[in-house]
């Protein structure tokens, strides 16, 4: 049972433009929410998190959105760049930090010059 | 600031066999998790270890084993190497506060 899912598993924005990567979960004990970036043949790379107790952050270009009574995460990304094209995973924890993460399968995001 | 290194960056092992993948957290780092990541199941989670002691464990079997020594480096092990265990292992390490976990390259292992 996938408790963290990312419905889409490419998206294709252009320069310049927003880019809004979706998260959904369904274990309601997850307090902590992280955004990755990956690129091949390398670790992720931590963007940018969230507490449950928040429902905003940002961090430059990127924000992080929580609606908890949805169980739904977003990261936009303004304005998107080309280095911006990567694999993100939305990841959850139970444990209010970030160790024993569950992680989604990804969104690759591809940017269209 | 040194990053989180893992050793060795690749490896190939026969079925039946074991291998021992070692990571080295960023100094002062005390909580050290690895992570499974293959294209079918994608970022799975491992165990996690915080001064020595294992805190966490995820949804695998007990051919995966792990330890961290006093200067916080670990290591993980896998018994009896099966095809499927083919994956590119992750090792990440945070701070106290644990806001964030920072991960290493990875090991990639190929079992044929």
């Known amino acids: 049972d996938q408790q963290v899912k990312q419905n889409s598993p490419s998206l294709s924005v252009q320069e310049g433009r927003i880019s809004i990567l979706n998260c959904d979960y369904t274990n309601s004990m997850f307090d902590y929410f992280l955004w990755y970036k990956k690129y091949p043949a390398e670790g992720p790379t931590f963007l940018i998190s969230?507490?449950?107790?928040?429902d905003k952050n940002e961090d430059g270009r990127f924000t992080v959105f929580l609606n908890k009574s949805a169980k739904h995460l977003s990261l936009h990304i303004v304005p998107s760049q080309p280095g911006d094209s990567a694999v993100y995973f939305c990841a959850a924890s139970a444990t209010g930090g970030a160790d024993g993460l569950t992680f989604g399968k990804g969104t690759h995001l591809i940017i269209q010059p | 600031k040194a990053g989180v290194t893992q050793t060795p960056r690749y490896l190939i092992k026969t079925r039946g066999q074991q291998v021992t993948l070692s990571c080295s957290p960023i100094?002062?780092?005390?909580?050290v998790s690895w992570y499974q990541q293959t294209p079918g199941q994608g970022l799975q989670f491992l165990f996690e270890?915080?001064?020595?002691?294992?805190?966490n464990k995820g949804n695998f079997p007990g051919r995966f084993s792990g330890r961290q020594f006093s200067n916080s480096r670990s290591e993980m092990n896998v018994s009896t190497l099966e095809l499927g265990d083919s994956a590119l292992y992750l090792c990440?390490?945070?701070?106290?506060?644990?806001?964030?976990?920072?991960f290493g390259q990875g090991t990639r292992l190929t079992v044929v």
């Open positions: 100094s002062g780092h005390r909580s």
């Open positions: 270890y915080f001064s020595e002691t294992q805190r």
């Open positions: 990440a390490s945070s701070s106290l506060v644990n806001t964030e976990a920072f």
């Open positions: 969230i507490s449950s107790i928040k």
